[in-house]
């Protein structure tokens, strides 16, 4: 039988993705990754004993997260201003300068998706994610149909972007 810590921590490292994910999102320096991520954790941390083991994992975690994520971008929107996300428990790489075509666009992908509303920004992570639009659903507190109209219309403005980059 595990212990509540090491259930959480296999838990976290079964997940870590989605942190790096976020964290990748919503902060443009590593210092400031780091401190997402630690905020994540420990946020995490401060709820796991109301995880109730009959649902996912990831999308109680994902749920948590971004909400975490949106409050830290929001505070530390206020106090200074934001880069473009380079590429990038977690240590984050730093990118290398020698770029094939397909990563020159994944970058560009992120730096479109970095410009989208918090919000915006959390669905088409979830999306890219491939979570269902119920679970989207279900981490965001929106319905399915404003999900899918959501996802649609982020679609629509980052093919808008692409086209005129």
Known sequence: MM???QEFTRLIRGN???IYKICNSYCSDKDDKDDLAQEIIY????????????????TWMYRIALNV????YRQEKKFKNHDP??????????????????????????DFINELKEIDKAIILLYLDNKSHREISEITGFTETNVATKINRI???LRTNFSNK
Do not use: C, M, Y
Request: hydrophobic share 35%; no cysteine; charged share 35%.
């Open 16 to 18: 870590k993705r989605i």
């Open 43 to 58: 946020n995490l941390w401060k709820s796991f004993s109301s995880f109730k083991p009959e649902f996912k994992f990831s």
């Open 3 to 5: 212990t509540r810590d």
């Open 85 to 110: 996300i380079s590429e990038g428990l977690i240590v984050f790489e730093e990118t290398s300068t020698d770029k094939t075509e397909v990563e020159k666009n994944l970058h560009l992908l992120q």
């Open 155 to 157: 679609k629509d403005k």
């Open 69 to 72: 994520a949106i409050s830290f």
